[in-house]
C-alpha cells in the first residue's frame, strides 16, 4: 500500500525539516513544505496530500486557520493544526476551520503519528459519508422524479375514467328520453 503523502506548512524552517524527518521516519511520504497560506493553496491543487500538517501562524497574508478553512471547503483536505499556541482564542480561532486535530509544540512523535492517523481515518470516513449522501440525494431526486411522472399518468387516466363515466350517464338519459332504456342500458363499472 502506498504511503499516504502529507504537505507540511511551517514558516520556521528547521522546524519544518524535522518534522518531515519524523514523518519518513513514521512511513508517511513528505510532499514539500512551504511557508505561506498562499503557497500551499497553491501546491494543493495540484498535489492533492492525504493530510495537512499546519503551522497556526506563518508568512504572508492568509494565516494557518484562514487556510485551512479553505482547504476543507474548496478541496476537503484534513489539516491537523501544529502550534505553540493554545490560548482560548487561538483555540476558538482554530475550530471555525473544522480541524482534524490540533497538537502543540513541542511534539512527540507517538503523539503526532496517532494524532495523524485519527485524522486519515476520519478523512475517509468523511469521504464515504459524503459519498453515500450524494448517491442517496441522487436516488431521492429519481424517486421525485417517478412520483411526478405517476402523478401525471394518475391524472390523465383518472380524467379519462370520469370523460368515461359521463359518457355512459348522457347515453343512458339518451336511451331513457328515446324510450331504449331497457333494451340497450349500459351499466356503469
Excluded at 508568512?59 to 479553505?70: F, K, S, T
Excluded at 482547504?71 to 482564542?89: C, D, I, K, W
Excluded at 482554530?94 to 490540533?102: D, H, Q, R, S, W
Amino acid at each position: 500500500m502506498d504511503k499516504p503523502q502529507l504537505l507540511i506548512v511551517e514558516d520556521e524552517v528547521i522546524v519544518a525539516a524535522d518534522l518531515a524527518e519524523r514523518l519518513v521516519r513514521l512511513g508517511y511520504g513528505v510532499l514539500g513544505s512551504v511557508a505561506s497560506g498562499e503557497e500551499a493553496l497553491v501546491l494543493v491543487q495540484t498535489r492533492r496530500p492525504a493530510l495537512v500538517l499546519m503551522d497556526i501562524r506563518l508568512q504572508g497574508l492568509m494565516d494557518g486557520v484562514a487556510a485551512a478553512g479553505e482547504m476543507r471547503s474548496r478541496f476537503q483536505l484534513p489539516v491537523v493544526f501544529l502550534t505553540a499556541y493554545a490560548e482560548g482564542g487561538t483555540l476558538q480561532r482554530a475550530k471555525l476551520a473544522e480541524p482534524y486535530g490540533y497538537i502543540l509544540k513541542p511534539v512527540e512523535d507517538r503523539e503526532l503519528e496517532i494524532v495523524i492517523e485519527m485524522a486519515l481515518y476520519k478523512s475517509q470516513v468523511d469521504l464515504a459519508i459524503s459519498h453515500a449522501n450524494m448517491q442517496l440525494e441522487q436516488r431521492l431526486m429519481e424517486l421525485r422524479e417517478k412520483c411526478a411522472e405517476l402523478e401525471r399518468f394518475n391524472k390523465v387516466t383518472v380524467g379519462r375514467e370520469l370523460h368515461m363515466i359521463e359518457l355512459k350517464q348522457e347515453v343512458n338519459a339518451l336511451l331513457q328520453a328515446t324510450g331504449q332504456a331497457e333494451k340497450y342500458r349500459i351499466v356503469h363499472d
